[in-house]
C-alpha cells in the first residue's frame, strides 16, 4: 500500500485545514487508517484512526472535538479535518494503514501500523 499525503500549509490560530491521504489501495475494508504528527523536537504522537468496517473512530484527547477523520470513497482518500487549529498542532502530519486483522484495540499506536505516507507541514501561527 503507498500513501500520499497532501494538504498541509500555515494557517492562523483558530482556522480550519484539511488533509487528504491518497491510497495506491482501491478499497479501504481491510484496513485501519491513522493520522499521526510529529512536532519538532518531539516524538510521533497519535491524532485519529478509523476502521470502514464498523464505522469506529478514535482520537487523541487533544484534538477531540476539533478534528474528524473521514473517508472520501468518491477520492479514495482518508481525510482530517481540523478546525479551530492551535499553534500546538504545528508539526508533519503523516496518514498510515495497518490491515484491519491486527485488531482495532491498538489503533493509536504508531509501531502497529505498516505503510506510511511521507507527511504534509501544518503551521499554526499565532
Known amino acids: 500500500v503507498q500513501l500520499q499525503a497532501s494538504g498541509g500549509g500555515l494557517v492562523q490560530t483558530g482556522g480550519p485545514l484539511r488533509l487528504s491521504c491518497a491510497s495506491s489501495?482501491?478499497?479501504?475494508?481491510?484496513?485501519?487508517m491513522g493520522w499521526f504528527r510529529q512536532a519538532p523536537g518531539k516524538e510521533r504522537e497519535f491524532v485519529a484512526a478509523?476502521?470502514?468496517?464498523?464505522?469506529?473512530?478514535y482520537y487523541a484527547d487533544s484534538v477531540k472535538g476539533r478534528f474528524t477523520i473521514s473517508i472520501d470513497t468518491a477520492k479514495n482518500t482518508v481525510d482530517l479535518q481540523m478546525n479551530n487549529l492551535k499553534p500546538d498542532d504545528t508539526a508533519i502530519y503523516y496518514c498510515?494503514?495497518?490491515?484491519?486483522?491486527?485488531?482495532?484495540?491498538?489503533?493509536?499506536?504508531?509501531?502497529?501500523?505498516?505503510?506510511w505516507g511521507q507527511g504534509t507541514l501544518v503551521t499554526v501561527s499565532s
Open positions: 498510515a494503514a495497518k490491515q484491519r486483522r491486527k485488531g482495532w484495540d491498538y489503533a493509536s499506536r504508531g509501531s502497529s501500523y505498516d505503510y
Open positions: 478509523l476502521r470502514w468496517i464498523g464505522n469506529l473512530s
Open positions: 489501495r482501491a478499497t479501504f475494508n481491510n484496513y485501519i
